[in-house]
Structure formats: C-alpha cells, structure tokens
C-alpha cells in the first residue's frame, strides 16, 4: 500500500535504493512475543505499491504441538502499475516471525510446512520508450521461525525463511534515471532497490535469509513472558 513504509520490527526501513536492516540471531531469538506487524514493508514509491510484510503467529501449548499443514507470515510483493513512463520497481515486504512453544514436545510432520519469506520486488517499467529506464525494487529480507520445547522437535516437514527476489531492472543502454525502492525488512535485511551508481548502475537486489531458531529448556513458558 502506499503511505509511510512500515519498519516492523526491523532496526531500520528501507528507502529509495537501500534495503532495511533485519536483526542479528540473538535478538531475533529474544523476540517471542513480537507484535502483529512484524515484517518490515518494502520501500512504498508514490508511483507504485511496497509488498506489506508479513505478520506473526504465536502458538503456545502445555502439551504437544503437531503441525501437518502450512503455517505462513509470508511479506507480499511489490507492485509496480506500469504507465506511459519511466517508473521505478517497489521493494518487497519481509517475512514475518512464527514462534511455537509446546511445554511437552513439538512435531513437524513431513506434510507440514512453516515459512516466513520475503516478498519479491517489483520490475521496473520502461514505459515511454526512452533512452534511459528505471530500476526495480529490493527483495525482502526473510523473517523469523522459532520452535521452543522441552525436548528437541522432530521435524520432517520444511522451515522457509529465504529472502525474496529482486524485481528486474529495466536498464536502457546500460542505465536508467529512476531508483527503485529498498527491500522490507526482518529476521534478514532487504535487497537494494536498483539504483544509479557513481560509475555503473546498481542492479537491484534480493533480500538476505531470516532465522531459524531450536530453542531446548525445560521450562519453555518462562520464555514467552
């Protein structure tokens, strides 16, 4: 959407041309109740939409928790609206925190899926047919898995965290004259928007991977206060 970029909980939001910055492993595990806008957006250009990010999912449990299905706080795409002009790529957002915490013991089953990716960032529009173009957004930065227990989880399904794809640039004879905007981000810091460098052009960029995070001790409750 358009409006101020949402940082989420990341240390700082994208802009034009420069992805956010996600945060370290040890703060990504210290955070276990993170609030509902936990993705950063993706840099929100006027001229396009920035990929919101994704939210948080809690789940706490005093015995065991079984996941055979598909938990997801993925960050969306950028958007680009496309016109009869050069337009620059929006960033996409970035993936969002999922933390379980089972007292007992948690269970991945190979059905079961949990992700939390970064959105990709939107191309840029070359839309007037001129000699130069524009640059496409920064991939957001993956996010945050966490599973806490009192014994090691038995996973057999997957845990996504990578961070998205940057959008394509439209370069015109090797440049262009419009920046495109930064990846949201996270766990994982956002891709850089395509940008016009000092000797070359900076190609877009994608989003770095988030965290996964085991967590064993014995009184998992203690963490989620």
């Known amino acids: ?51 919101e990010g994704g939210g948080s999912v809690v789940i706490a449990a005093l015995g065991n928790v079984s996941i055979s299905g598909t938990v997801s706080a993925n960050g969306a795409n950028g958007v680009n609206p496309g016109g009869a002009t050069d337009i620059p790529g929006s960033g996409g957002g970035a993936g969002g925190v999922i933390v379980i915490t089972a007292k007992s013991g948690i269970t991945l089953t190979a059905s079961g899926q949990l992700s939390a990716n970064g959105g990709t960032g939107a191309q840029g529009v070359n839309g ?33 965290v990578n961070g998205g794809a940057a959008g394509t640039d439209a370069y015109i004879n090797g440049q262009f004259n419009q920046v495109g905007g930064g990846g949201g981000a996270s766990g994982g810091n956002g891709g850089n928007g395509g940008a016009i460098g000092l000797t070359s052009p900076q190609p877009a960029q994608a989003g770095s991977a988030g965290h996964s995070l085991v967590t064993v001790t014995p009184s998992p409750e203690n963490l989620l206060r």
């Not at 609030?35 to 957006?41: C, F, H, K, L, T």
């Not at 524009?134 to 898995?145: R, T």
């Not at 966490?146 to 057999?156: E, G, K, Q, V, Y």
């Open 128 to 160: 007037n047919g001129g000699t130069a173009g524009a640059g496409a957004g920064g991939g957001g930065g993956g996010g945050i898995i966490h599973l806490i227990s009192s014994s090691a989880p038995t996973i057999a399904g997957t845990r996504q």
């Open 1 to 51: 959407g358009g409006g101020p970029t949402h940082p989420g909980i990341s240390l700082a939001a994208p802009a034009p041309g420069v992805g956010g910055v996600g945060l370290g492993a040890l703060a990504a595990s210290q955070l276990t109740r993170p609030p509902a806008a936990a993705g950063g957006s993706g840099d929100r250009l006027p001229t396009g939409s920035g990929g």
